[in-house]
């Protein structure tokens, strides 16, 4: 079955950074579109970064030019790197694929992992 599987979180000072990781797996198709959503709690879920398979990447506003997505197709692998990391990043971060073009509609999400800014 398919799965992706998020690690990485945890808790940073404002200003600090975080890698986050997700493995996916079960697939018997190409993945064209991964991408990482977060929700805060009390908030709806929005979508942070896309990136397509040929390297494309889009970003929310208020991340563009600290966090940067970044896919491994060799090893099924999609990550997320946070620096400047401030308050309002604090959510639960959550990995997405679809196999059709970005973005992420109607796609498979992995369980979450828990950043923390403070």
């Known amino acids: 079955h398919v799965q992706l599987v998020e690690s990485g979180g945890g808790s940073v000072q404002a200003g600090g950074s975080l890698r986050l990781s997700c493995k996916y797996s079960?697939?018997?198709?190409?993945?064209?579109?991964l991408a990482w959503f977060r929700q805060a709690s009390g908030k709806e879920r929005e979508a942070v970064a896309h990136i397509d398979s040929s390297g494309k990447t889009t970003y929310l506003d208020s991340v563009k030019g600290r966090f940067t997505i970044s896919r491994d197709n060799a090893k099924n692998t999609l990550s997320l790197q946070m620096n400047s990391l401030k308050p309002d990043g604090t959510a639960m971060y959550y990995c997405a694929a679809e196999a059709g073009s970005c973005p992420v509609v109607a796609g498979t999400y992995g369980q979450g992992t828990q950043v923390t800014v403070s």
């Open positions: 079960g697939w018997t198709y190409p993945i064209y579109c």
